[in-house]
């Protein structure tokens, strides 16, 4: 029986229709790609990353309500913690490492939510995506949750945010379970499911360019 996400509720509902055109508007984001955004169902969404403002261009690009990984400590602060949970981010104690993160993540996802994550594992400013290194977690959590991916590249000048300047999140079509050809999970297989996704978000680099 499919869950309730318990994360959208009408205050995220009302800052997505009122803050989320305006966050388009002044951010420059332009997405592509918006029909083959899986409607329903587990969903990881995978993207390239260049800057914290990721998170805002990919939860402005997508219909359905992203969850996002968030320091605990973030959440101890007033005002802070309502919003941020309101727009889909989810805390984490350090304490407990990758251990409770990965926890979490399994939860949402068992919920049929959307988590969205960065295989590269950290933000590469004004580097090009395909010169980085990814890492075999996104792997490792798509095998464990049975989970389908959404790759995504957000296309933006030079890997580097500024003000006005555009930003075009380009969504790919979704990489079924199945096609990972998973069988007994272990580092190989996560890296090499890993290693898939971003592939898959690279060959999203160049759409739209000759129209």
Same mark, same amino acid.
């Given at each position: 029986? +499919? +869950? +309730? =996400?318990?994360?959208?509720?009408?205050?995220?509902?009302?800052?997505?229709? /009122? *803050?989320? &055109?305006? %966050?388009? $508007?002044?951010?420059?984001?332009?997405?592509?790609?918006?029909?083959?955004?899986?409607?329903?169902?587990?969903?990881?969404?995978?993207?390239?990353?260049?800057?914290?403002?990721?998170?805002?261009?990919?939860?402005?690009?997508?219909?359905?309500? #992203?969850?996002?990984?968030?320091?605990?400590?973030?959440?101890?602060? &007033?005002?802070?913690?309502? #919003? %941020?949970?309101? #727009?889909?981010?989810?805390?984490? =104690?350090?304490?407990?490492?990758?251990?409770?993160? %990965?926890?979490?993540?399994? @939860?949402?996802?068992?919920?049929?939510? *959307?988590?969205?994550?960065? &295989?590269?594992?950290?933000?590469?400013?004004?580097?090009?995506?395909?010169?980085?290194?990814? +890492? @075999?977690?996104?792997?490792?959590?798509? !095998?464990?949750?049975?989970?389908?991916?959404? &790759?995504?590249?957000?296309?933006?000048?030079? !890997?580097? !945010?500024? $003000? #006005?300047?555009?930003?075009?999140?380009?969504?790919?079509?979704? %990489?079924?379970?199945?096609? $990972?050809?998973? /069988?007994?999970?272990?580092?190989?297989?996560?890296?090499?499911?890993?290693?898939?996704?971003?592939?898959?978000?690279?060959?999203?680099?160049?759409?739209?360019?000759?129209?």
């Amino acid at each position: 029986m +499919k +869950k +309730k =996400d318990k994360n959208k509720n009408g205050l995220y509902r009302f800052l997505k229709a /009122t *803050i989320g &055109p305006i %966050i388009k $508007f002044c951010m420059r984001v332009k997405t592509l790609g918006a029909e083959n955004e899986q409607k329903e169902g587990a969903l990881i969404v995978c993207a390239n990353h260049t800057a914290m403002l990721d998170v805002l261009s990919l939860a402005v690009s997508f219909k359905r309500q #992203l969850r996002f990984l968030a320091k605990s400590e973030l959440f101890k602060i &007033p005002l802070l913690s309502g #919003l %941020i949970s309101a #727009l889909g981010a989810f805390g984490v =104690d350090r304490g407990k490492g990758d251990i409770g993160a %990965i926890k979490k993540t399994l @939860s949402i996802l068992e919920e049929e939510n *959307i988590v969205a994550m960065f &295989p590269q594992g950290t933000r590469y400013r004004g580097i090009d995506p395909a010169k980085t290194e990814v +890492k @075999s977690g996104v792997g490792m959590m798509v !095998y464990r949750s049975k989970a389908d991916v959404q &790759p995504v590249f957000v296309r933006v000048k030079d !890997y580097k !945010y500024r $003000f #006005l300047r555009k930003k075009e999140v380009i969504i790919g079509k979704p %990489i079924k379970y199945e096609e $990972f050809g998973f /069988t007994n999970g272990g580092t190989e297989e996560y890296e090499r499911a890993a290693r898939l996704v971003f592939d898959r978000i690279l060959e999203l680099r160049h759409e739209g360019l000759d129209k």
